[in-house]
């Protein structure tokens, strides 16, 4: 079974804070996603990578940055948070031509 | 802009019940339609949906897609407290990115 891990299920920081999510999958997925879910707005996707080193925005990258130095590795930066990006982030990949995206169990960030 | 678009948004029902979700999409390309069940943690896949009028069973689940009219349903018979969830419609076009509608939250009471 394919597995995605993400490293932090809750965490709480404090506004101006820099703040790393950490995503890693063993299926040597090219394509990886990071997701942000609130209530009434659903799934939106901040950014994805299809390759080492790739990335592209998705709808809404605003305040996030990524980084994909390892194909197993996709990393969400918040460089200094804001209580708006208090959320639950989720992980995803899936293999170039699949159609079935695999996700994290989720991390949910509060900003204070 | 792809978009996808879920009704209704929230639904209560009680066991026993059955439920028709719905999920309407606009895509400039098209490749699938995808189904999944969100309890409390990550999305798990539930069905996907290529081809029109073939229905995709599973249990007391199944689901069909409609590619001229641009829609799909959920259907969820003799419903049980534990189908109680947030269901997800996603739709897959030319690259790898999924988009997602807002989901349907079904509260199932006993």
């Known amino acids: 079974d394919v597995k995605v891990t993400q490293s932090s299920r809750y965490l709480v920081k404090r506004t101006g804070e820099k703040v790393f999510l950490e995503c890693v999958q063993d299926?040597?997925?090219?394509?990886m996603f990071w997701y942000r879910q609130d209530p009434g707005l659903g799934l939106r996707l901040i950014y994805f990578s299809y390759d080492v080193k790739m990335k592209e925005k998705g709808d809404i990258p605003e305040g996030y940055s990524v980084s994909r130095e390892k194909k197993e590795r996709f990393s969400l930066i918040l460089e200094s948070a804001s209580t708006n990006q208090t959320s639950m982030y989720l992980c995803a990949s899936i293999h170039s031509g699949a159609n079935v995206l695999t996700f994290g169990a989720g991390s949910r960030l509060t900003v204070l | 802009e792809d978009k996808v678009v879920q009704s209704p948004l929230s639904l209560v029902v009680h066991e026993g019940d059955t439920v028709t979700l719905n999920c309407s999409y606009e895509?400039?390309?098209?490749?699938?339609l995808l189904w999944y069940k969100q309890e409390k943690k990550a999305p798990t896949f539930l069905f996907m949906l290529?081809?029109?009028?073939i229905e995709k069973k599973s249990g007391r689940l199944s689901s069909i897609l409609d590619k001229k009219e641009l829609f799909s349903i959920l259907n969820i018979t003799a419903t049980q407290t534990g189908d109680s969830a947030v269901y997800l419609c996603?739709?897959?076009?030319?690259?790898?990115?999924?988009?997602f509608g807002k989901g349907t939250k079904l509260t199932v009471n006993p």
């Open positions: 996603a739709h897959q076009g030319g690259s790898e990115k999924l988009v």
């Open positions: 290529t081809s029109s009028g």
């Open positions: 895509v400039t390309n098209f490749r699938s």
């Open positions: 299926m040597d997925h090219e394509n």
